[in-house]
């Protein structure tokens, strides 16, 4: 997994069937406790909230962090750090 | 996901039969609201024209997003932006 | 998916079975219209030849490109670009 | 598999349900003999210890290693290495 | 698929039972004919010797190649190349 920060949310109203009702955020990497000029798109199902420090699943285990294994999605949220790590 | 900009079409006549009928585009990534010298050619299923600003899910969730779980692709547009990122 | 163009043909005559009889090409990835010091293995099923641009899947959308689930390949070429891209 | 340094635990609290119970480990990874700029989040079911020289796997290889198949994760530590590595 | 030369075994005393009775070399990738900086560590079932040239299978490619789906590994040694590539 990596480290990354809620940079903010991502608005399609134009998107596929399946990812309607997702949120979308996008996630600024952190790495050795830099931001780094890295960005990803990653499904929040856990609330997180900009600025917070999060980890994120990338691949099909994305996937499995939504319980859909035919979602089509590629990186979730799956924690909130408790410490800021940048 | 990743984010881009919606560069070209890609034309291939000799193709695997699988991948008949499939639109590729050809999209330049977007990192930190700028275009960066990155592209990957993507199937796209929604519509999304060329200068559009799109989310791309890659690896296997490509081939969720086209409903066909053995279809030969890596890389899916599964939705336009509403804004402009770069 | 990304493109490039075959550079070479790769022999190995010491390979696991489930290999044999595939055809192995080096290709050179091509970035922003300009071949980039990048190579990668594929599996070629379709009948590129050396000069040719092509279209790349990775992962374990190759496998599907085979139409064997369980082939031990990452990477097969899946189509011919119609028009060179560098 | 890649080699690392385990660098320090991540401590998150509020996490996907399929989560609670695992332990994420902070790694740097290590290239020729030089620990390099570029760290990953791996579970660990191993018992690594801080500044142990480790086997990551990543991907869906990493639910493998959990005997988890539907666990949303990417790497996880799989063995440790007898001998330092950098 | 990757090419790389094997530079060394990789021992691991404590690692997953799941891994126990494989092989564990690290490789250096060839880019262009060049060693370059960059390593990783594959499982072999080919019985590639040190300083050969090799191609690599990385993902879950690599666990057909040892033909358990199940293997918490994501790279394999899968063929030796005839010539040398750097």
Same mark, same amino acid.
């Given at each position: 997994m990596i480290i990354g920060r809620v940079y903010g949310s991502v608005?399609?109203?134009?998107k596929l069937e399946a990812l309607v009702g997702y949120k979308f955020m996008l996630v600024q990497c952190i790495e050795n406790g830099s931001l780094v000029d890295k960005f990803l798109v990653a499904?929040? *199902? *856990? %609330?997180? %909230?900009i600025g917070e420090d999060v980890i994120i699943t990338r691949g099909s285990g994305a996937r499995m962090a939504l319980?859909?294994?035919?979602a089509p999605v590629d990186a979730a949220i799956v924690g909130i750090l408790d410490e800021k790590q940048a």
């Open positions: 608005v399609s109203t134009h499904v929040d *199902i *856990i %609330g997180a %909230g319980g859909k294994p035919d």
